[in-house]
């Protein structure tokens, strides 16, 4: 027997083994149940229809539908309605499609079957690769090292900020993992609480940084945040300081809605002047806020945005009294005046002593006599952009003021809380007793009187859209002698409705109507008593646009539709028993049309250039009558050629062409820059007057067949300058202008009821040249600025017909040629309440035509004058000086108070006015008339509630 061991095989069924693989089925079988039924629960597929459906309704509702709960906070879903609709979708996309518009997320935690929504913020469960900044690499073939250099996330809580917060923390955009970058885009739009209109101008910085922007004319701004969280600051004119605490998720928008802070206005004004000076590409432009006035001794203590406009350099008038205003050596037709969009013809009042616009509805001015944007033109020298304030849309609020001549009152009506306003303005006057006062026999016995009144509406309709509408009207009656009565008004309407499309587009469209009139009626005491009148009116419809491109391009572009309509003047008999045979000149029509396209574009952080073009485009249209004249021949009764008679409608003659804006600034450093520009343009209008200052009385004229449309070109040169953390401001610009087709008359020429006026006008060559110097102290007890400016403007009118030459074809001043310019505004705040202040000008006297002998002929004497404005009037200056007293501060009381005690013309001086020739027992006798010489002494009381 063998003692080797051999395996022992059992065959057969074994009770032991049987058990044991019967449970591991068994369990085997119940986990495989398990995982079908969990993952059946999981897929479950969801559908809805949901139309403007509170977001907690749907929220609850796939709570229902699934066995999950979903945590959430009741504010967070209350207050939205979603708009969606989906089938057959899986929780997770379901979620997706529902939250897409909004900005919650979720974290799902599969588990514990919860859903928890998160606002703006993603929960990871675990971190991501290369979190801690060094590269990751997988075994895998198809995975793809990361490496990040992004900073460690900030995280928010309470302690957090080191001030107190007034505004609540803003979390903007949604998280989004395939979204995630080192900054974020941040856009939006300035409101200022009180009145909901937009705040151009805010300085928005991140504090703690370089980095700034300033929201544009629509309160519009764009800004590149870090991601998480960042504090900016926002400081503009008349808006108090703040700092808003910023969350960035992802990109998106936050508008700034902020509070006035009238008691830092001066200071807020320097800063938002001070970085427009010096970083903005446009060349001689001003910015004048209606509250700079109040402090300015102005005559007889009217607040006055265009007489403080007088005091910068490169802007005057041709004397004491004058209406209108010459820019740069221009003509004070070649000003675009515009109200709330509209054009104003005449803006001022009495002469040209007061201004037409009330100074408690009028917001401010923006002045271009430089770079003209690219969005305006028909007028060579500048326009005159005035805006009137919106309306509060909280509560009622006024302004007013009694002063030795006017009243003044404004409402602010809010119709819908914190949406729509009226604003009503109006004024009164009672100058009689100033004329008797003036040093002039003739107007001892006259009267006068003015009356302006305004309505503007403004609803912001959403975050998209907004209207504004604005009424107006002023009427001027006046009567120099005892037999006329003359009478002007201004007459306008304008609508505009505001529209943003997405984040980079905005665009507004303006509907404008303006009507220029005057009129005399004369009451003689022979049976010559008549009414004459004359009128301009204008129609234009506008379409502007502004893209934001990208950061360094920002495109203007629109189209504007114009027409006119001209009544060039007529004459009636007043009564039957009148002799005046009656006139009536054929009225004129004409169309004017542009477009035009500009861009903004930003080179590099020093250099910012601004390039457009535009075109414009005139038609006179008929119908009516108009003469041809023989060539070579001048133009007088005895060489018309043909008469030619058109049609209601029909083209007389068409003018137009490109006009070019470029304009570029380059930043030495951020307080030093240079700036140039240049610039064409085409008017098509001119005043038609023999006088040697503008008058209620001047005509406007079309461009026609015989006269041809103005065009002027100018090119700019300049350097800016801030001191001292901008106290202080100085800049230095030159200018050089050339001007074709300027108007001007003949001798002894007859303008007014002329048909056939082209024969009594020249049409001739015009230059302008000068250096403006301006320093402007901002901050302080001391504020204001010192003005000055050389400047000449001269005409040429060359022919070789004697009777269309004008001083042997050489080049003499203007009449409105005043080489040298001096101003000087001060004022000096004692304490808050308490404050003086001093106005001084100088200016060269215009110049005059003089009388040099007499001569006989033909049994007749005869006057020989001097070349024309061969000479000059004597210099005029003057000093003005005023005491301010505010009211107290109390905030609990009925109204806040503001008192100014001004003595305009302090020294007496005798300026003249104008001076005049008569001739008395065979000889000639110079005159001379001035307006005010004496001082004139003034209080106004002005209260706001």
């Known amino acids: 027997m063998s003692n080797s061991t051999k395996p022992i095989i059992f065959i057969g069924y074994s009770p032991f083994l049987a058990v044991k693989s019967s449970r591991f089925f068994f369990i085997l079988l119940v986990a495989l149940f398990t995982i079908i039924a969990t993952r059946a629960q999981t897929e479950v597929k969801l559908s809805g229809d949901y139309l403007n459906t509170s977001l907690k309704e749907v929220i609850l509702k796939i709570e229902s539908e699934t066995a999950y709960q979903i945590y959430f906070i009741d504010e967070w879903v209350s207050n939205d309605s979603i708009s969606v609709s989906f089938q057959n979708l899986e929780l997770v996309d379901a979620l997706n499609k529902i939250l897409e518009e909004t900005t919650l997320n979720y974290y799902v935690k599969e588990d514990e079957k919860r859903i928890f929504l998160l606002e703006n913020t993603i929960v990871y469960d675990e971190l991501p690769r290369g979190f801690f900044g060094r590269e990751e690499t997988s075994s895998n073939p198809n995975s793809v090292a990361v490496r990040t250099n992004a900073p460690p996330p900030t995280f928010y809580n309470e302690n957090t900020r080191k001030t107190k917060r007034k505004y609540a923390v803003a979390r903007v955009g949604k998280s989004d993992p395939n979204n995630l970058r080192e900054t974020y885009n941040l856009k939006g739009r300035a409101i200022n609480a009180r009145t909901g209109e937009a705040v ?506 015989n006269i041809k449309p103005q065009t002027g070109y100018q090119a700019s040169l300049g350097l800016y300058k801030n001191f001292k953390e901008n106290e202080y401001e100085v800049s230095l610009e030159g200018y050089y202008k050339l001007m074709d087709n300027v108007l001007d008359f003949k001798t002894g020429a007859d303008l007014f009821l002329n048909e056939n006026v082209e024969t009594e006008v020249l049409q001739g060559d015009g230059k302008a040249y000068g250096v403006e110097f301006l320093l402007k102290k901002n901050k302080g007890r001391l504020n204001g600025w010192l003005g000055y400016t050389y400047s000449r403007s001269l005409y040429r009118f060359a022919s070789e017909f004697s009777e269309e030459r004008v001083n042997n074809g050489e080049f003499f001043p203007s009449n409105f040629d005043k080489p040298h310019d001096v101003s000087l505004i001060a004022n000096y705040r004692f304490t808050r309440r308490y404050s003086v202040s001093a106005n001084f000008v100088y200016q060269t006297g215009r110049p005059v035509t003089y009388p040099i002998g007499t001569f006989r002929f033909n049994n007749a004497d005869f006057v020989a004058f001097s070349n024309r404005n061969e000479f000059r009037i004597p210099d005029f200056f003057r000093l003005d000086l005023g005491v301010n007293i505010e009211g107290n501060h109390k905030k609990q009381k009925l109204a806040h108070s503001f008192v100014t005690i001004s003595v305009y013309n302090v020294l007496g001086r005798n300026n003249p006015y104008s001076v005049f020739f008569v001739t008395e027992d065979g000889e000639v006798k110079a005159l001379q008339s001035s307006i005010f010489a004496i001082p004139i002494p003034s209080i106004t009381y002005n209260f706001k509630f």
Do not use: C
Request: zero cysteines; charged letters at 25%.
């Open 200 to 705: 151009q101008d805010l300085a928005i910085r991140i504090k703690g940084s370089s980095i700034i922007t300033v929201t544009n004319e629509s309160g519009n701004y764009e800004l590149e945040l870090p991601a998480g969280y960042n504090v900016i600051s926002v400081r503009a004119m008349g808006i108090a300081a703040s700092e808003r605490e910023v969350i960035m998720y992802n990109d998106g928008s936050l508008d700034l809605v902020l509070e006035e802070g009238l008691q830092q206005l001066d200071e807020v004004v320097v800063e938002a002047d001070a970085a427009k000076n010096v970083e903005e590409a446009i060349t001689g432009s001003e910015q004048i806020d209606s509250e700079e006035s109040k402090n300015i001794p102005l005559v007889l203590g009217e607040r006055d945005i265009l007489q403080v406009a007088k005091a910068l350099p490169g802007i005057s008038s041709a004397g004491e009294g004058a209406t209108g205003l010459n820019v740069r050596g221009g003509k004070t037709d070649q000003n675009l005046v515009l109200l709330d969009d509209a054009v104003i013809y005449n803006p001022q009042h009495f002469f040209g002593i007061f201004q037409a616009l009330n100074p408690f509805t009028t917001k401010g001015v923006d002045i271009y006599k430089g770079a003209i944007p690219v969005e305006f033109g028909g007028r060579l020298s500048s326009v005159f952009d005035i805006r009137t304030k919106n309306g509060n849309v909280e509560e009622i609020a006024g302004e007013g003021s009694i002063g030795p001549v006017t009243g003044n009152l404004a409402l602010e009506l809010p119709l819908k809380k914190d949406h729509s306003s009226l604003v009503i303005g109006a004024r009164g006057a009672y100058a009689d007793w100033i004329l008797r006062s003036l040093d002039d026999e003739s107007l001892n016995n006259s009267n006068a009187s003015f009356f302006d009144g305004i309505m503007k509406y403004h609803n912001k309709i959403n975050d998209n859209n907004e209207v504004k509408a604005t009424a107006y009207y002023s009427r001027d009656a006046f009567s120099i002698t005892s037999d006329s009565l003359y009478n002007y008004s201004n007459r306008l309407f304008s609508t505009r409705w505001d529209h943003r499309f997405n984040e980079k587009t905005t665009g507004a469209l303006v509907l404008g109507n303006s009507n220029y009139g005057f009129g005399i009626d004369f009451d003689g005491e022979a049976n010559t008593d008549f009414n004459l009148d004359y009128s301009i009116n204008e129609t234009e419809l506008k379409y502007k646009l502004r893209t934001i491109l990208n950061d360094k391009n920002s495109l203007d572009y629109g189209i504007s539709a114009k027409y006119y309509s001209v009544n060039p003047g007529s004459i009636q008999p007043d009564g039957n028993e009148s002799n005046i045979s009656p006139i009536f000149i054929d009225d004129e029509q004409a169309i004017e049309g542009a477009l035009y396209l500009g861009d903004e574009i930003k080179l590099s952080d020093k250099l910012l250039v601004d390039l457009g073009v535009r075109y414009a485009f005139f038609a006179a249209l008929g119908s009516g009558t108009q003469r041809t004249y023989q060539d070579g021949l001048p133009r007088n009764e005895s060489t018309v050629q043909d008469t030619i008679s058109y049609g209601g409608g029909e083209v007389i003659e068409t003018y137009g062409g490109p006009e070019a804006r470029v304009s570029a600034r380059y930043l030495f450093t951020p307080d030093f820059s240079i700036k140039a520009s240049f610039n064409n343009s085409y008017q098509f209008l001119h005043t038609l007057s023999n006088n040697t200052t503008v008058s209620p009385i001047d005509t406007w004229k079309l461009s026609d067949l």
